[in-house]
């Protein structure tokens, strides 16, 4: 950045920062379910959303759409889309529960794997566009149908994996150190795609690369070897976003995360990462999960919501809204800068057309 | 020859695979039922003519499913409340055209990205529906399935009418001033800008018409039933962008036209049937569709790069 803003650190640019904003929007929206969404019940028990399991219950649900936002971030930073993610979180449910009932391999023996056809899914995706120079968008919207319909044809579209041991449904269902199991498993990986991304030079280099693909070739950096890890990265969180998955609901069927794909967007986009590539935070992507998870389940505590049964509506509607207002805030930056360099006219050009 | 050899390919494709079905499934060929399929995949016809245009602008809308589902609802309410058919067909096409305008207005005027913003309005259109709606369905009255022509004269109204509005479109794409500036929009909007053409009203007019589109297919679906389904429409963005760029439009915008479209969506139509007349599994219907989009974006990769060397 330029540097008369690396010359004012400090309080003032902290509370500046778009990460800011977000998080007293999420506070605020906590608080709002806070008040509205809990209610006494008859025998003076306090149900609805200020209760502790129902904190637990949101951290548990934003660990599966949290690890998929966290394996898009890096893809998306780099300028590129992967919108395949929930089918192949479909597909490893699926070889993951194949592997261990059909194959009778052992639960880690099995996980192994299906993290490794996870790399090998995302290694698909990563070949079509770096050695082809495909565009991520419309090869991932092929992977995403042969994703999800391989998992289908594998399962012909009935068999369900259940009758996990409960070892395993540990991971899903229990506890440690008082936090759900998966949500050391989520901060563990989010710990590791924050180090890549924001203290590495690896990982700086997606920016560059995301910024301009030319420009970050000229630089020297390996293009095509770069944009390849964050693919294959992706398939590996995706693998392990599945197996919490179905630890946390015992089961693998060939439709698990139908649709998650639009809620891990939604979450980093939300979190102030540019669709267009070059700039995102780990940290802003953490709060947007965070923000539509809260959303999702204080919307389902709300007693009006609760009357015309409309959570799942409810949810996905206020999701797409919010989508739609952090896209239309995300080039209020771009109109206060221009508008910043029309009041200097340094230069007699005319008005130009804004196109 | 080669300017359209990925038109010709796709077509190809298709006459091996009607001439496989013609040496190993011959019951694939009765006049009934293969006019049954060809209506069935008309409104996506439609459908998939809008959605070209709106690739060759270098745009995306995969809105189009619940803009359909709301299109669909919304006709079938009104015809079901006794409006006449010949004022429900403009009201429809005039719902679909108001959801392409905002579309639109998002992308052209604001300049958002096409994809996010209409993956946001797919999600907010479809779950509004659910919520007014609770997936009811919509009893259509008599006299409103197959415009009430009966069902032979109505299934040729409906393929005659969508293929008007792709000759219409096709041609017009290739011979008229508006439909070059599509392409040239699509191929360099700032280089058309210069050239004196509005890169944004054009993009614009086209995610109305996509719009408009969808209320037009909207309409040809729901005569097709007694009864309007509220998800008739859910999954037909895929449909139709895997028919489009099967079918040699590119992504990348600029470049295709919607013969090569129609050819694509023929192909993929004719999966289903092939499987089953073929005795494979049709769990692998979405698998293989997968597996013709990747060959066909691996297909234009690969040429590209032939072009480049």
């Known amino acids: 950045m330029n540097s008369g803003e690396s010359r004012r650190p400090g309080w003032k640019s902290l509370l500046l920062r778009y990460e800011t904003l977000l998080f007293v929007v999420l506070v605020a929206e906590w608080l709002l379910f806070y008040h509205f969404g809990t209610t006494t019940n008859r025998r003076g028990i306090v149900v609805g959303f200020g209760t502790m399991d129902r904190q637990f219950d949101i951290l548990r649900h934003s660990c599966e759409i949290g690890l998929l936002a966290l394996a898009l971030t890096p893809v998306i930073i780099t300028a590129g889309i992967d919108l395949s993610v929930a089918s192949l979180l479909g597909l490893c449910a699926i070889l993951f529960g194949k592997f261990h009932f059909d194959a009778g391999m052992p639960i880690p023996i099995a996980i192994a794997l299906t993290l490794a056809c996870g790399c090998t899914g995302g290694a698909l995706n990563a070949a079509l566009i770096t050695t082809l120079r495909l565009p991520p968008l419309i090869v991932t919207l092929g992977t995403y149908s042969l994703f999800r319909g391989l998992a289908e044809a594998i399962t012909h579209g009935a068999v369900t994996y259940t009758g996990f041991p409960s070892s395993f449904l540990a991971l899903g269902q229990g506890r440690l150190l008082g936090l759900p199991v998966q949500a050391w498993v989520f901060l563990g990986i989010a710990a590791g795609v924050w180090l890549l991304v924001h203290r590495t030079v690896h990982g700086r280099s997606y920016r560059a690369i995301g910024f301009s693909p030319e420009g970050a070739r000229f630089a020297g950096i390996p293009v095509g070897r770069r944009l390849a890890t964050a693919y294959v990265l992706a398939g590996l969180i995706v693998a392990a976003a599945a197996i919490i998955y179905t630890a946390r609901l015992g089961q693998a069927k060939a439709d698990a995360g139908m649709g998650y794909e639009l809620f891990a967007i939604t979450a980093v986009v939300l979190g102030g990462t540019s669709i267009f590539g070059g700039t995102g935070s780990i940290a802003g992507t953490l709060l947007g999960v965070a923000a539509i998870a809260v959303l999702k389940n204080g919307l389902a505590t709300l007693p009006v919501v609760i009357r015309m049964n409309a959570a799942e509506e409810m949810s996905g509607l206020m999701t797409g809204a919010l989508l739609l207002v952090a896209l239309t805030g995300s080039i209020v930056p771009g109109l206060l800068s221009k508008l910043r360099a029309r009041r200097q006219p340094a230069s007699p050009t005319p008005v130009q057309d804004p196109a | ?309």
């Open chain 2, 1 to 309: 020859m080669k300017l359209y050899f990925r038109e010709v390919s796709v077509a190809v494709a298709l006459v091996v695979l009607l001439g496989a079905l013609a040496i190993f499934a011959p019951a694939f060929y009765q006049p009934q039922p293969l006019l049954s399929l060809l209506t069935r995949e008309m409104p996506t016809l439609v459908v998939a003519c809008g959605a070209a245009l709106v690739i060759i602008t270098r745009q995306i809308d995969i809105s189009v499913g619940s803009m359909f589902s709301v299109c669909s609802v919304c006709a079938g309410l009104l015809a079901a409340s006794g409006w006449p058919l010949v004022a429900v067909l403009p009201a429809s096409v005039a719902i679909g055209a108001v959801m392409g305008v905002f579309n639109g207005a998002l992308v052209a005027g604001l300049g958002l990205p096409s994809i996010v913003v209409t993956l946001a309005t797919m999600v907010t259109l479809r779950q509004s529906l659910n919520l007014m709606r609770q997936g009811e369905f919509v009893n259509l009255p008599d006299g409103v399935q197959w415009f009430g022509l009966g069902q032979f004269a109505g299934q040729w109204t409906i393929v005659g009418a969508a293929l008007l509005v792709l000759a219409a479109l096709g041609l017009g794409m290739r011979h008229l001033a508006v439909g070059r500036f599509v392409y040239a929009v699509g191929s360099n909007a700032e280089a058309a800008r210069l050239a004196g053409v509005r890169p944004r009203l054009v993009t614009f007019l086209v995610f109305v018409l996509m719009g408009a589109l969808t209320g037009l297919a909207a309409m040809m679906n729901i005569v097709q039933s007694p009864q309007v389904q509220p998800l008739s429409g859910a999954g037909l963005e895929l449909k139709v962008i895997a028919a489009v760029v099967v079918g040699g439009v590119a992504i990348s915008g600029g470049r295709g036209n919607l013969w090569g479209a129609f050819a694509g969506l023929l192909l993929l139509a004719c999966v289903s049937p092939a499987l089953t007349h073929l005795r494979i599994e049709a769990y692998w219907e979405k698998a293989i569709q997968g597996a013709i989009i990747l060959l066909a974006v691996v297909a234009d990769g690969v040429r590209m790069r032939k072009e480049k060397s």
